[in-house]
């Protein structure tokens, strides 16, 4: 049986081929669904021996977060300044239109936690985005375990697709409010319920599998868009409120407090770099009191 601290090891390692960086220059990027399916094959063939965060959502979850190496060693650094457990790591598990029922998918393939270990943290990024289709299924990966003495790795991914882009002007932006509601209001409304259900199941099937729910709202450019989506924004904000208090799960909303500028935006919901260190660093601090204390020794 392999050690706590190898398992570690294991981990940071591979969490360092995340970065395109730090990849061999023969080495192909991988899609989102690709880099999903090799993550979910780590941390079951060699499970986290701290607190694992997993983080579900669509391309503006993806867009969000700097990267899992950064990620990781951003929480790392802020649970031990805190007092928590200093192990944790941190994945992104998020593709191109991912739907709800696609999380379910993806939380299906999750480890439980071994006796003793923390619950992973599984975040469920909700937002308008993601309730104007149907919450579609995925077919599961067929997750291949490593050969006899072999350790998965992370291939390159590229995570960002909108910081070498020019951003969209305000004026621009405005215009996309009001079209908002022309074209994806009436869909929204149509699968609101379907989608609400899809997650009351995640976060049931987390609790069967000992992983631990959060809800988490994703990046809005609120700078912007002020309240010409507040119906929608009120109307997906109430079902997940009553779901989290109905399942006990807590709930995280980092707007408008974060008061994220516009310029840290591509469009009305995708962040570039300038928004995306910042709202991780948020993310992060919400975070670290969901991670638990070292045990007394």
């Known amino acids: 049986m392999r050690s706590a601290r190898l398992a570690i090891g ?11 960086a730090a990849a061999p ?38 867009e969000s977060t700097v990267g899992d190496a950064a990620w990781t060693a951003q929480l790392q650094s802020r649970a031990q300044s805190a007092g928590r457990r200093a192990d944790v790591v941190a994945f992104t598990l998020a593709a191109h239109n991912q739907t709800f029922g ?35 299924p995925l077919a599961p990966a067929r997750v291949v375990p490593p050969a006899e003495g072999e350790f998965p790795v992370l291939s390159p991914w590229v995570q960002h697709h909108y910081d070498g882009r020019r951003l969209l002007s305000a004026s621009r932006k405005r215009k996309l409010v009001p079209r908002w509601m022309d074209r994806r209001w009436p869909a929204f409304r149509a699968n609101r319920a379907a989608n609400l259900a899809s997650i009351e199941r995640t976060i049931l099937a987390c609790r069967a599998a000992g992983l631990r729910p959060v809800l988490v709202d994703l990046p809005l450019n609120l ?38 500028p516009d310029k840290g935006f591509w469009d009305l919901h995708h962040l570039v770099r300038r928004g995306y260190t910042r709202w991780q660093s948020r993310l992060s601090d919400a975070l670290v009191r969901l991670i638990p204390r070292p045990a007394a020794p």
Request: aromatic share 6%.
């Open 102 to 136: 696609m999380d379910e998918t993806v939380v299906a393939g999750l480890p439980s936690p071994a006796a003793g270990q923390p619950e992973p943290i599984v975040l469920i990024g909700v937002g308008i985005s993601r309730f104007i289709g149907p919450p579609t």
């Open 10 to 20: 294991v981990f940071t390692a591979a969490l360092v081929l995340v970065s395109l």
């Open 223 to 260: 700078a912007v868009i002020g309240r010409g989506l507040d119906k929608p924004r009120s109307s997906y904000r109430s079902g997940c409120r009553a779901l989290a208090r109905q399942h006990g799960v807590a709930y995280i909303s980092l707007q408008p407090a974060l008061s994220m």
């Open 25 to 62: 220059p023969q080495a192909r990027a991988v899609d989102d669904w690709a880099h999903v399916w090799e993550v979910v094959q780590l941390v079951r063939a060699q499970p986290p021996a701290g607190p694992v965060v997993y983080y579900l959502g669509d391309s503006i979850a993806r």
